[in-house]
């Protein structure tokens, strides 16, 4: 019997967003449309949002140019923890 509702699951590691996630709700795309002009596959899309993959300087340029910003708004540099 299927509810629908998958238990134990939960969207905790989707928050905060990341900038590239917002960058892309701010203009109302969706991952399709902005892998698609980035010339990436929507999966690759989905894990830079997630932080599960760091771009190539390439890829980052292509995200920017495809939501209109520049890279370093979409990849801000890591934090030291020291």
């Given at each position: 019997?299927?509810?629908?509702?998958?238990?134990?699951?939960?969207?905790?590691?989707?928050?905060?967003?990341?900038?590239?996630?917002?960058?892309?709700?701010?203009?109302?795309?969706?991952?399709?449309?902005v892998a698609a002009a980035a010339g990436i596959y929507r999966e690759h899309l989905s894990r830079l949002e997630l932080g599960k993959r760091q771009p190539r300087p390439q890829t980052a340029e292509a995200l920017a140019r495809a939501l209109q910003c520049d890279p370093?708004?979409?990849?801000?540099?890591?934090?030291?923890g020291r």
């Open positions: 019997m299927g509810t629908g509702f998958q238990s134990g699951r939960s969207r905790a590691h989707l928050w905060p967003p990341s900038p590239l996630a917002i960058r892309r709700l701010e203009l109302g795309l969706s991952q399709a449309d370093a708004d979409l990849f801000p540099p890591a934090r030291s």
